[in-house]
Structures are given as C-alpha cells and as structure tokens.
C-alpha cells in the first residue's frame, strides 16, 4: 500500500475553515484515498473517500490533485469538537480487496477558540 | 445496532497472565480487524479477519491469537502478557470494500 505523509500539527480558529494537506506521491491507479479522525480515547472514525473526482458528504470535502499524488480534506466551518488527529490513508479499493487500513501518525488539528 | 462493542474497556495483568479481548459486532459485516494503539502513536494492525474460518496476520501479531468462530466474534487472546503490551487495543469492523466502524477500545497496562 502507498504510504502518506501528513503534517504533524496544525491550527485552525473556531468557524473557519480547515485545510489539512496529505502527500500520497507513490498512489497507484487502484488506490482510493481514505481519511479517518480520532477525537482523543476514541476509536476512529471514518470521514470521507475518493479516488479521483472531489467529494463532499455532511462532515468534509475531499479535494484530489489532477495526477492524485496530494489531497486535502476540508472542514467547512471548524468546532472546537473538530479537534482531533486526523488520517490520512491510501488503500486498494476493489471487491477483492481486504480492507486493511495503515495508519500513520495522523494530524493533530487543533482547532481555536 | 449496538455497532462494534469491546470488552472490557480496562483490564491490568500482572506479566505472564492470559486473557481474552472481546469484540462483537451485529452488522453482519464480515471483515474485522485488531489495532493497538501506543501513547503518541498511530494505530498498528494485529491480526484481521475476512470472514468465520478465515484470519490472518497484520503488522504486529506476534504475542496475539485470533480466532473467527462466527460472524458476530473476533477475540483477541493475549497468552502470555508482557509489559510491551500494554496498549490501547481497537476492534474494527466492516462490509468488504467499505470504510470500517472502530469500537471504542479496551484500556491494557501490563505489570
């Protein structure tokens, strides 16, 4: 699986938005980009995925790069219960694939008052 | 649905001791998965499961048992417990090909 790089930490103020960059240079054709956060004690939990095209559900957005080697995950309009350490993961998507998931060390965004 | 629950959520065991790790899930899914979790880290694959009858190993399973019994149960056996274990352990679950439901993680400290 390819691996990613994220910044350690990032800042955010309270009700802007939250732009949290991730390097996937080695991303083969098959390989969807997941990302996951985790609010401190808690187990994971799932945000969003895509593979090419960008993609909004109600919690982010997902903006992937033309030659899909960057993305970044947008959060709106940040809460202060948007603090977490979020992950980004890159994965083979198909019906034969196991659904492994390596983490990295995430990034920790902590978001202002 | 109760998602994925664990159990319990804290434990403490002396060095050498065994114990089980519970996972359940009523979602029907057939993939589930252990994680550990050490201070300041990210989460590290132990030992998954693709289905009942079927597991395999992650990234870190020496120390661990798994077994696949139903589709329901994914039980994480620590045989002999060292202090290198002592970690936040995560059961996941999820339909092939779909993102994964983490339970909320049972709290070890080995001494």
């Known amino acids: 699986d390819a691996k990613t790089t994220q910044p350690p930490s990032m800042d955010c103020a309270e009700g802007r938005a939250a732009n949290l960059p991730c390097n996937h240079s080695t991303i083969s054709g098959n390989e969807y980009v997941y990302w996951y956060r985790q609010i401190h004690s808690q187990g994971p939990q799932y945000i969003i995925h895509g593979l090419k095209n960008n993609e909004t559900n109600e919690m982010a957005s997902l903006i992937i790069t033309e030659d899909r080697k960057s993305s970044t995950l947008i959060l709106p309009h940040a809460t202060l219960r948007d603090t977490a350490v979020y992950y980004c993961?890159?994965?083979?998507?198909?019906?034969?694939?196991?659904?492994?998931?390596?983490f990295g060390t995430g990034t920790l965004l902590a978001v202002q008052p | 649905n109760a998602g994925v629950t664990q159990t319990p959520k804290f434990q403490v065991l002396k060095t050498g001791q065994s114990m089980t790790l519970q996972c359940a899930q009523d979602?029907?899914?057939?993939?589930m998965s252990w994680y550990r979790q050490d201070p300041g880290m990210g989460l590290r694959l132990i030992h998954y499961?693709?289905?009942?009858?079927?597991?395999d190993q992650g990234e870190v399973p020496n120390g661990y048992n798994v077994s696949r019994s139903t589709t329901e149960d994914f039980p994480l056996r620590l045989l002999s417990a060292a202090p290198s274990q002592t970690s936040v352990y995560f059961c996941?679950?999820?339909?092939?090909?779909?993102?994964?439901?983490f339970g909320n993680g049972t709290r070890l400290t080995v001494t």
């Open positions: 996941a679950s999820s339909p092939l090909g779909s993102p994964l439901h």
């Open positions: 499961s693709v289905g009942a009858g079927i597991t």
């Open positions: 979602m029907n899914h057939e993939y």
């Open positions: 993961i890159v994965r083979p998507h198909y019906s034969g694939a196991t659904n492994k998931l390596i």
